[in-house]
């Protein structure tokens, strides 16, 4: 499994949807405060679940200014996470903060995020528990980079075509063709042609397992 080196660079996606026609650059090593940045929390919460949300932001300990520790937020988050993808929340928490401040609509994105990944089962779920903690933030930087690379107008999503894109060069594998085929209809089951930062944060543990 090898992420994209800069001798082999995915083409963005074309120009569709605001995206990028740029070559991607190879993400930096360091990771950037913008992971949360383009969830769209609409797409699995109802106004009403998100209102309470931030409800609850409002209650934790230093919320005003923004200072909080993930085991503060932890017990307001999916009961049903497992340890592997409660880890893996924490990790997304850590990489997220800016200036040292989690912000209402950080914390609306990281329950969103953890709400997904709860619903998830089968392969999905069970790859969480194949991650190499030692690995996880750079993967998760990379991954968001590479993202945001392609969507340099912020919508929050990217087409499947620049998923492929971004999928053949992230990963190495001689089967990726048939692992590619795999992929998409799991994040894509209604055909849209296309895929939000929600769902494609959920999966880049499906998408690592995929890979020998």
């Known amino acids: 499994m090898l992420f994209v080196t800069s001798s082999s660079r995915p083409e963005a996606g074309g120009g569709e949807d605001g995206e990028d026609t740029a070559p991607l650059p190879t993400p930096d090593k360091e990771p950037k405060p913008k992971l949360l940045q383009g969830i769209n929390a609409n797409t699995n919460l109802g106004d009403k679940d998100i209102e309470e949300i931030k409800v609850k932001y409002q209650t934790l300990p230093h ?15 999916p009961a049903d996470l497992n340890p592997a993808q409660e880890q ?3 990790k997304v928490y850590e990489m997220s903060i800016s200036g040292g401040n989690f912000k209402e609509e950080d914390f609306v994105s990281v329950y969103s995020l953890s709400k997904k990944i709860s ?24 991954f968001g980079e590479l993202f945001e690379t392609v969507d340099r107008q912020q919508t929050g ?5 620049s998923l492929r894109e971004i999928l053949n060069n992230a990963l190495e594998s001689d089967a990726m063709t048939s692992i ?30 995929l890979v020998p």
Request: glycine content about 6%; cysteine-free.
């Open 63 to 77: 919320a005003e200014d923004g200072k909080l520790e993930f085991d503060q937020i932890k017990s307001h988050l």
């Open 88 to 90: 893996y929340m924490k």
């Open 119 to 142: 619903t998830l089962n089968g392969t999905p779920l069970e790859a969480f528990n194949t991650l190499d903690e030692t690995k996880l933030e750079g993967i998760i930087a990379k």
């Open 157 to 161: 999503r990217i087409t499947i075509t």
């Open 180 to 209: 590619l085929d795999i992929i998409i209809p799991v994040i894509d089951p209604e055909n849209e042609g296309s895929v939000g930062k929600l769902d494609y944060l959920a999966f880049v543990p499906y998408f690592l397992s």
